[in-house]
């Protein structure tokens, strides 16, 4: 009897358990395209950065270069 009654609930709970697996699929690819998002911000801050310092450098006196990059 207890073999039956275990079938048969686990029968009924398996569709739920697929159902939460690709929720749970679908909420962690959710969270890796944000962090790829921030990631990817993060990244062209970084490179906008750079580059303006390499502007203020380039522009600079070369006599006092040593001030400009302070």
Same mark, same amino acid.
């Given at each position: 009897? +207890?073999?039956?009654v +275990?079938?048969? *609930?686990? $029968? &009924?709970?398996?569709?739920? =358990?697929?159902? $939460? #697996? ?5 909420? *962690? $690819?959710?969270?890796?395209d944000?962090?790829? %998002? #921030?990631l &990817?911000?993060?990244? /062209?801050?970084?490179?906008?950065? &750079?580059?303006? #310092?390499?502007? %203020?450098? $380039? !522009? /600079? +006196?070369? +006599?006092?270069?040593? !001030? /400009? =990059?302070?």
């Open positions: 009897m +207890d073999r039956a +275990d079938a048969t *609930v686990l $029968a &009924a709970l398996q569709p739920a =358990g697929i159902q $939460a #697996a690709l929720e749970a699929l679908a909420q *962690v $690819a959710t969270q890796q944000l962090q790829r %998002q #921030a &990817a911000y993060a990244l /062209a801050k970084a490179r906008y950065e &750079a580059q303006r #310092a390499r502007r %203020q450098y $380039a !522009v /600079a +006196d070369p +006599d006092n270069r040593l !001030v /400009a =990059g302070a």
